[in-house]
């Protein structure tokens, strides 16, 4: 059994149920495992065929659930893509990964023809829902009147899909996984977290990013649930959407639930049939997740702690530890996962002292795409080496300390600050840059960029902040920039950056 084939006897089970909701387009089971069969089989029409790989440049909408599935029941292999990123970044993944077809929505055909015109091979660009350059074909022209089932044979070690994170040289690798693996995401989810057939889920987060894909869309066709979706995050609208469609839980990033407290609670809000409240991608401080509670009237809280290699998996702090640990990562694996925090020598730590935490189960990536160094470095002997600093307590409670990646996460989304100090590195008058994150109580980190200036240049916040929005993503851009006159460094030359962020941040 795999996602395609439970997709397909959910429709034969139960046809008539709801399986998906985008504004005002509803498909029950069977219509939604029809249209997907229509599209899967215009895409082997043009050519599109088992292993080849299918880009995915689209906000959320029912059409990112179609083509997920449609290019799953083909065994082709799917690559969502960040659409926040530039040309020059898109570029790069499409070309690493060997991309051969992108299908796309129509706000973004401008980028992608940016991003291919080096030379990028590309055999088929589809359009949703309509096209307006004669390069891309519309989604509708492409769809099939069979609605069959594609009858594609697919084993459990066939990929799936390719995540894009950020690495130790400053470009994106891509996690791969096939069938088993992201099987195995769903049930372990079902069943960490409880999910049943009668589960009635938002996705407001973005589907390209593994926590929303798998945790959410994945797992709730998965148990044959309902899965309303939403192309932004707009949150008095989800606020009052969930008595409207009696959502039983939804999935948000720390700076998403902020955004609620800021909503003034309505009459028309209903929170009485949500079972649980899950969250994750960032920590979220203690004061915050008590606030939440107090706002939805709930204690039936979770906190995720995993990676995108991880499928996402690692571990969860349950609601009956939140009375007393709110805060914390968590102490119980997810299932069929282990953990441990270890030293450098590869030992267990033990109570109160600072390791990296490493995780390991059936869910964890098989390898980075086209990277063994970087796969060698990453896995060991199973364990996933998460690069995170850990620490644990007397009762085996976790806390993240740091980072050894120094990744950034500000508002949910992964900033490596390797690749915008490359940029930075590149202004003329820019002698050396460090990028580090700093606490803020909204987006979590602010991407902080320490700066030294070349002998005799002068440079302004502004003009840095200006030169990095043309060569990154606007998520990637410092929001902050601090002028020194040298960076901190240890006898090797080696940039210490725990001091840059302890001056910073005292």
């Known amino acids: ?137 519309s989604v509708l022209d492409l769809l099939s009147e069979n609605k069959e089932n594609t009858g594609v044979e697919l084993t459990g070690t066939d990929d799936l899909h390719i995540l894009y994170t950020s690495g130790t040289t400053g470009f994106p690798k891509g996690a791969v996984f096939d069938h088993d693996r992201v099987k195995d995401v769903a049930l372990q989810f079902i069943l960490t977290l409880g999910y049943h057939a009668e589960e009635r889920m938002m996705n407001f987060a973005p589907l390209f990013h593994c926590a929303q894909l798998t945790i959410g869309l994945i797992s709730g066709l998965y148990v044959g649930g309902l899965s309303v979706i939403y192309r932004e995050f707009k949150p008095r609208e989800i606020l009052a959407d969930i008595g409207k469609y009696k959502i039983t839980t939804f999935l948000a990033v720390p700076t998403m639930h902020l955004a609620f407290l800021q909503i003034p609670k309505q009459d028309d809000f209903d929170f009485s049939t949500m079972e649980k409240y899950t969250y994750g991608s960032a920590p979220m401080s203690e004061h915050v997740v008590r606030k939440c509670m107090e706002y939805f009237g709930s204690h039936q809280f979770y906190s995720l702690c995993g990676q995108t290699e991880g499928g996402p998996n690692g571990i969860l702090l349950y609601p009956k530890d939140h009375e007393r640990q709110a805060g914390m990562a968590g102490r119980e694996s997810s299932a069929f996962t282990i953990f441990d925090i270890v030293n450098t020598d590869g030992h267990s730590t033990k109570p109160g002292e600072v390791g990296e935490f490493i995780v390991k189960g059936p869910t964890v990536m098989r390898e980075y795409y086209k990277n063994p160094q970087a796969t060698a470095e990453t896995i060991r002997d199973g364990w996933l080496y998460t690069g995170d600093l850990a620490v644990r307590d007397e009762e085996n409670y976790v806390k993240l300390v740091d980072r050894k990646k120094d990744m950034i996460i500000t508002g949910g989304e992964n900033v490596y600050s390797v690749e915008v100090e490359n940029v930075l590195g590149m202004h003329p008058a820019i002698a050396e840059a460090a990028v580090i994150g700093t606490p803020d109580p909204k987006w979590g980190e602010l991407v902080t960029a320490v700066v030294v200036a070349k002998a005799g240049e002068s440079l302004s916040e502004q003009a840095i902040i200006d030169y990095a929005k043309q060569h990154v993503a606007g998520y990637k851009v410092p929001r902050k920039v601090i002028f020194a006159d040298s960076l901190p460094r240890n006898a090797s030359g080696k940039l210490l950056k725990y001091q840059l962020r302890e001056k910073v941040n005292a």
């Not at 790989?53 to 449609?70: G, Q």
């Not at 990123?85 to 055909?109: M, R, V």
Request: proline residues 3%; contains cysteine; negative net charge.
């Open 1 to 137: 059994m795999n996602i395609v084939k439970m997709l397909e006897v959910n429709a034969a089970r139960h046809p008539w149920k709801e399986a998906i909701i985008y504004q005002d387009r509803h498909y029950t089971y069977d219509e939604f495992n029809g249209i997907v069969n229509q599209l899967a089989h215009g895409l082997i029409a043009r050519g599109v065929a088992k292993g080849d790989k299918v880009a995915l440049m689209m906000k959320n909408s029912d059409y990112f659930a179609i083509a997920y599935y449609a290019c799953a029941k083909i065994g082709a292999v799917l690559v969502p893509i960040n659409f926040r990123l530039l040309a020059n970044e898109l570029n790069y993944i499409l070309t690493q990964s060997d991309a051969k077809h992108i299908i796309s929505d129509t706000e973004f055909e401008e980028v992608i023809l940016q991003a291919i015109s080096n030379h990028v091979p590309i055999q088929n660009l589809v359009s949703v829902p309509q096209a307006k350059h004669e390069a891309f074909t």
